[in-house]
């Protein structure tokens, strides 16, 4: 074995091989076999953590002794340690045994504990809502058909007879249009969302969205829209809770074709009745040719892009060839979409500039649907659209009363939408159950290790479970080690909606959060209102507020705040927007809507000629 005195004889030759031209460790050569080898600190560390993966830096530094020059392993890389006296120090050492042991034994804790809690959170399946399902006593009526095909306005003229009902929809737009249209029809109907609640006088029916149903009143009819989305990842739990739990004598539930079958199993085991009635679209759609550019685009189309830099950009360029476009898309406070419909659908707007947004439920008098692309950003990668997608906004073409046919096309690349619109969308066979919030604050296990393993839990046959990784998210940002916060306190925090992918937002639920934790008054949100995007920030924030204010029994101080954001939004997107339009970075030329390079056709040919 090689020792100090030896390595101390052979310092001149071992030494110099220890190192290459640029300052790097080499690993001395040995004949194969032989363990009576050197090597140096940041190699003995490795060593040391593939055969004892229990050991840490602060363990190694803190259990190695200092070699014959007063030097330390792992702060100064050019030591060199024989491979045997380390191993010899880690097997013999008693205090490295102890930690070991103690290390061990807490991993075992760890283990067991771990185990426990996941049988604890994977007892919680959809079976007891069923069972809490087969006590009411309901009739459902379902409502199947594509877009713009009457199902809702059916289901709603059964809802005005009714003296008390609720209407369940996913946006609160939607719940705003029903609120609109039962109460100018003379049946008083209030209104309840996450942002807003409204009641009227002699009101005894409610249009909510789904997340503020009240499960707890008996009503007489009940109407839950848009019941396809029982699939999504962030929110179909709230259709399951809504189909186990709204207790309504009849329940109209209005739903796409490609959801019938799951919805129809669904209701089977809640051991109620239903019938089924089907609607077809009250004006046909059809694919007309591919536009070269936005020159084809022409009053009462409906231009499609999936970002919002996208969506200004084309409604600039449509500005200056004469058109008035509205803008409408997911980010955009409620009041400003609003109010970018009531200009459309008034005429003072000639042309609409949206995203997706456009696609669920929001009635616009459009002839023509415009794909400027097919492809968007889904939160993790860019992909193609789905069949079920492109029909979803597609079925917004063509307005019954004022439009025979309703037409779809794209610039450029056709045959996407051609082929969805001559397949059936595949059917939805998977839905989605929520977090035992309650139970998980009633359990003995910690909050955070009830997430984690929620999120672990293997896929089910026929169920997703909610995600849960954006309150997973806020509950690792907050000081959890500097206060001590109560579990129902702490979900009540994290279940709040927030935007996640905001760091800015996210900053500021933190501070919001610690003041309630405190029992400080919440701060208000200061992001500026100079730009459109600092706008649409300070309105999250706000609206985080109001969600803070309404959980948290606080008076809401920001409420003129909120609405002198919502005018200058207004008045932002009323103004030119000729600064979102996409230009050549060499040139400044104006791009197409189909080039994402950055670049246009000469100045790349240019530059490729160049290289």
Known sequence: MLCTEQLQDNNGKKRANLHNKTGTEAPLPVADGCDDRTISAADGKRELKRRYPWLTDVMIVQYLPPMENGLVPGRHSTLAWPRRKVINICENDKDLKAEKERLSKQMERDARRRAQRAAFI??????????????????FILHIGPTNSGKTYTA??????????????????????????????????????????????????????????????????????????????????????????IDAETVHVCLAPEAEELICELIKMTGSDYEIMRHERLAPLRAVPALEGLSGIRVHDAVIAFSRRGVLGIAGALEQRGFKPAVIYGSLPPEARRSEVYKYTTGLCDVVVATDAIGMGISLPIKRIVFSELRKFDGTKVRALTHTEILQI?????????????????????????????????????????????????????????????????????????????????????PTKRIRVEKELMYKLITLPVDTGNLAIVDYWVKCAVAITQGEEIPIPNFGMTTLEKCETQYRALDLYHHFCRRFDREDRCEGFRRDVIRQITRLLTAPKGDYIRTCRRCGKELPVTNSFGLCDECFNRSSHES
């Open 156 to 245: 709603l003229q059964d809802l005005k007879r009714a003296e008390r009902g609720a209407y369940l929809g996913p946006l609160r737009l939607l719940a705003l249009e029903v609120f609109d249209k039962l109460n100018a029809d003379d049946c008083p109907c209030s209104l309840l969302t996450g942002e807003e609640s409204i009641p009227v006088a002699g009101a005894g029916i409610t249009a909510s969205t789904i997340e503020m149903a009240d499960f707890r009143t008996r009503y007489q009819i009940a109407v839950i829209d848009e019941a396809q989305m029982i699939s999504d990842p962030d929110r179909g739990s709230r259709w399951l809770d809504a189909l186990c739990r």
């Open 122 to 139: 994977s007892q919680f399946n959809p079976d007891y809502k069923f069972e809490y399902a087969q006590q009411l006593k309901r009739h």
């Open 394 to 478: 597609a079925g917004r073409a063509g307005r019954y009363g004022m439009f025979d046919i309703g037409e779809v096309t794209a610039i450029g690349e056709m045959e996407p939408v051609i082929h969805a619109m001559a397949g059936t969308p595949p059917s939805i066979w998977r839905y989605r159950i929520a977090f035992p919030g309650q139970e998980a604050i009633e359990s003995e296990f910690s909050l955070r290790g009830l997430l984690e393993e929620w999120q672990r839990l293997p896929q089910e046959d026929w169920y997703d479970r909610e995600d849960m990784s954006d309150s997973l998210m806020l509950l690792k940002s907050f």
